[in-house]
């Protein structure tokens, strides 16, 4: 019998994203990051981290999994249908991506693990988005920003300077 707290092997983990194809067992995700390995019966009910016993799912469907809005019929037969080498294909278009791409000027993306809300669109007009610091934060104090900005450059100017020398004041040892 195997420990409860040993992780999924990676030879198993293997087996288990060649088995789906890379891609979620539900909705057909195929952003890498996003996916995750799944017990069917869960470990802390005796679940073994055997390749009968685990499915490839994206983190949305894992959540709903633990929501219960996907049922042990529906993963059981989703692992059937795997076992027989039939995977998911992703819907028209590809099935909403779990990452957020960031290299348009119109920005948008499915964050993973939200039930409701779970589109993110960002439009600028520009390459960047200026986004203020925190309240309390040194950060948004412009007196202290100032202050910690001058520290910076004075100890910048310091270590120019030691590297010019080749030597630090407050060491007797050369610098390479």
Request: charged fraction near 25%; aromatic fraction near 4%; proline fraction near 5%.
């Amino acid at each position: 019998m195997t420990k409860k707290n040993k992780d999924v092997p990676r030879r198993v983990q293997k087996v288990i994203y060649q088995e789906a194809g890379s891609a979620c067992s539900f909705c057909g995700e195929r952003t890498v990051s996003a996916l995750e390995v799944h017990h069917i019966e869960p470990r802390a009910d005796g679940g073994e981290n055997e390749p009968e016993n685990l499915i490839l799912v994206c983190s949305t469907c894992h959540s709903k999994i633990t929501a219960g809005e996907i049922s042990l019929s529906e993963i059981l037969k989703a692992k059937l249908r795997l076992q027989r080498g039939v995977t998911v294909q992703p819907t028209k278009g590809g099935a909403p991506s779990n990452v957020i791409h960031l290299d348009r000027s119109s920005n948008t993306g499915v964050i993973a693990n939200s039930f409701t809300a779970n589109l993110l669109t960002i439009r600028t007009p520009r390459r960047s988005v200026k986004v203020q610091p925190p309240s309390g934060t040194i950060a948004a104090d412009r007196d202290k920003r100032n202050y910690a900005k001058y520290l910076i450059d004075r100890y910048q100017t310091l270590c120019a300077t030691f590297l010019a020398d080749r030597r630090c004041v407050s060491c007797p040892v050369e610098w390479i």
